[in-house]
């Protein structure tokens, strides 16, 4: 079996980690498609946000506690960066993270793609999926906010909490942009496709909009979406400021009719509904929706397997 | 009073902090122009080692016992990158030394030139002197050896200890690089110019290979250099290996002979000589030599002072 996800940061990471729980032991194959629009330059250095939280929880080596970046990590080089009054002081940059980001850099002077890295840092640890970068190309998230300003995605997210209104995401240069090697293939060739419970603006939106992607989705096999809204409430982050931004209401069903049915040219086959928005399941199912109602919450493992195998099953 | 010093790192920095000790009090001016021949990429990163051992000693915040780097340095990162088996993993990245160069990183990425960046990272401590770097062209000093190989000279340096038989230093691009702005007016400007007792080959040599500083020189008022050779002996580092390999003898007279006098188109004037080869001091005076002999052993602060006061005064 072939599975191929589309997703992004954390909550991407809960749900691969629980669709590699579920596939143990299989000869089941799982491709992960990451967001790359979060990524950035920090003093000269390549960040890969998605990627690396991925990878980390994968690994097992991500920090728990805290939700994002490695286990037992330290400030030394991010507290000297503030000194020099460098960077951008409102970014957390971990030492162990930053080992990630340097080699990264290093590796892409001398010439590799972020295809390439993608795979030499999936070597590191016997992770069990293939990572793939959406695109090979830099088209970082820009959020043009009420005066018009342009911001990076991470300064609007990290530095300012989301909470400078925004009128809009860009990917700038993405219309000429192309999938990452492999990655049309991935959907194409997999047996069930996956839209991971993901920011559908920032995390799935900038991988829908690489050109190619969606038509690899009209190609594909089958593909299932999983509500990133619970209970009518984001599971974490700050996704219904990036919904209200593009006029999408934060709800189980407004995600669902923004990426739209393939019937009728969006991007899904079925939808998983929380338990607790079943009752916006009825107008969906009238709607011609497939709509499944099922627990979402990936608190551990063994839940995130669970959801796992009935996204891939459904 | 101004005076402008021609400099690598370690000796140059020691030197310096002497000269600063010996000026404390008085309205001088003290100009360093240091070697970027060291500087290199590594994952990504500009690092300018010379520039950085001046700065930290100027700033009190080296390392005395190691004799390189930060004070209460780690390695947090460079394990990392060892383990993700990136970088140059035999080249000793400290966190805190890795602050300043994603700053400097960052910096250049924003379009500072070094000579900017040297500014801003002299501005951090009150470091009592204007540190320039001789250009802002990238030049770094490649070394060929026995089999025509190049490597970067911090790769033959730190990893091969300057083992491997050289047979040529050079800096490609130079030709076409300009004095760092300043770096002439600091120069002819002076009322002395002291060459510091750093390697005359791949410290001091760079600076003079930038086309226009030896003009620059020979419109001096004053130039005095130190002998970098004791008692026939390299004070530190392998200054040895790299003066064997373009012929020149390791003893203070060679060295005097190789930098010339600028009565014979050379650069020096006057020649600080150790006690302990005292005895070189007759041939070079008869040769028509204004030789010095001085105690040139930089054990403290208070010896380089006295160092310092005799270049500046003789």
Request: include cysteine.
């Amino acid at each position: 079996m072939r599975v191929t996800v589309l997703a992004g940061g954390v909550g991407g990471a809960r749900f691969v980690r629980g669709l590699r729980a579920a596939l143990e032991g299989s000869d089941a194959e799982i491709t992960v498609v990451v967001n790359t629009g979060d990524d950035l330059w920090l003093s000269g250095v390549r960040l890969q946000p998605d990627i690396d939280s991925i990878l980390y929880a994968l690994a097992g080596v991500n920090d728990t506690e805290r939700g994002w970046g490695r286990a037992g990590e330290t400030e030394r080089v991010s507290d000297e960066l503030r000194a020099w009054d460098a960077g951008w002081p409102w970014f957390t940059l971990g030492d162990l993270d930053l080992g990630t980001h340097l080699a990264r850099t290093g590796w892409l002077r001398d010439g590799l793609t972020y295809t390439q890295i993608a795979e030499r840092l999936g070597s590191r640890w016997p992770i069990g999926v293939r990572l793939l970068p959406m695109t090979d190309s830099e088209v970082d998230t820009q959020v043009v906010v009420e005066d018009g300003t342009r911001l990076h995605f991470q300064e609007w997210w990290t530095r300012h909490r989301a909470t400078v209104l925004a009128r809009a995401f860009e990917n700038p240069g993405i219309e000429s942009a192309v999938p990452a090697p492999g990655v049309v293939e991935a959907i194409t060739g997999a047996d069930v496709v996956v839209l991971a419970p993901s920011n559908p603006v920032v995390s799935i939106g900038p991988i829908l909009a690489v050109p190619g992607v969606r038509e690899a989705i009209a190609d594909a096999a089958r593909v299932v979406g999983i509500s990133p809204i619970i209970g009518g409430k984001v599971v974490r982050g700050m996704a219904d400021a990036c919904l209200t931004a593009i006029g999408v209401e934060t709800s189980a069903d407004a995600v669902a009719r923004h990426y739209g049915r393939r019937a009728d040219g969006g991007v899904l086959d079925t939808w998983l509904l929380a338990e607790e928005d079943a009752d916006l399941a009825p107008v969906l199912i009238d709607e011609g929706w497939d709509v499944r109602v099922r627990p979402l919450w990936m608190s551990d493992v063994e839940r995130a397997a669970t959801l796992a195998r009935a996204a891939i099953t459904s």
